[in-house]
């Protein structure tokens, strides 16, 4: 039983937006006096997700990155282009190492408390946990909640996806370059691509990757990467090291009309995940920044603050990939070829003008986007 069940905050789920939401209150002194928990039922010691994102020069977490790359490839189903990334840098961190250092970061603060539960449910400031209730000024829930799940009316596509760290006896991978998407191998006429990120010249992790609005036979996956090793790498003889799966929520919904004074929804749960990309490493760290910076400035932050018009752009490429899913190999394609990588990055972590936004989208797929401008606006 915990001891103590009354805080000023409580955050549900220690996962990537829990820790780093912990982590920011713990770097700010502001917040030196909050009580704090955490409620997770989770031991967090494994690596269960391997996580890569995009940024310029130096950042927070590169004492923990695995490996980082400044060059990259692309393969569409027709042509090939090495991408220009500019000044960023394509970084990895494997889930185990950011849980380890996070949870020794919070183990020196004393108004931080690390709760083993699991949450039922939260009426007004009461969270029900399993094991205890448990009350707090500001929750903040990293769960998705059954609204999403059961809702129908936003465009949701999925992008489930395997990974084998597949290690090789001679040298086969250049670890200076990885493959941000390759189209070459198909699958009925889905949108599905392979990613390879090289750690060394022997060990690489390489993943098989869907956008599609149903969920695909689990099967296909181990065929798919078999396929790809041997048929586009070229390499017949390797060992698999781990394995790495998931299903990442791209989605138009409004995760935020869950918020209340009080209340607010964080994570895959608050709609921190790019619902064009399925990234949210880079976005979690963005979104606890204004959260931070709201409840210092403001006590309280209102819902649907997020909005903007890349929820617009977002929703675009998730109504082409919902209703024309043959049709995506095409779109990323043009997209890479005919636009340097490192304004796509920037217009994907929000911080185009609209004249580079409008740039990029001319130079896309015309005709097929402005379709679906004109489905969207006719809903
Ligand atoms: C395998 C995988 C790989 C990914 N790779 C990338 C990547 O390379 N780059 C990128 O930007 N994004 C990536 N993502 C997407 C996204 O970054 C991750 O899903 C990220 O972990 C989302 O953070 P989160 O805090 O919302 O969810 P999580 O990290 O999953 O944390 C949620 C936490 O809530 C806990 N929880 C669940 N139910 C309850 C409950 N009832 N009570 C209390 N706690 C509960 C869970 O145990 C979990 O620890 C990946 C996702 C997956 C699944």
Redesign the pocket.
Known sequence: MTEKTTFDYII???????MQLALAFCEDAFFAKKQIAI????P?KDN??????WEKGTGKWDKLITHEWKNASFHGPKKSVELNLGEYSYKMLRSVDFYNFVKKELAKHANITWVV????GVTDQTVLGKKETYTAEFIFD??TTQNFKDDDSSTTVLQPFKGWVIETEDDQFNPSSFTFMDYRLGHNRNTCFTYVLPISKRKALVEFTFFVPELIDNKIYDEKLKEFIQGILNIESYSIHEV?????PMSSFPFWCENRNGYHK????GG??KAST?????N?ERKVAELIHTLKNNTLPKAGFWQNRFRFYDEVLLNILSTKNEKGPEVFERMYLKNEAHKIFKFLDEETTFAEELKIMWNTNRPLFVKSVIDLLKR
């Open positions: 549900i789920g220690g996962g990537l937006a829990g409620i997770e039922p989770e967090k269960d997700k391997t996580w890569c994102f539960d699991s949450v039922e990293s769960r790495e799966e998931g299903i990442i964080i994570g895959t749960g921190w995940v399925g990234y949210s490493f880079k979690v």
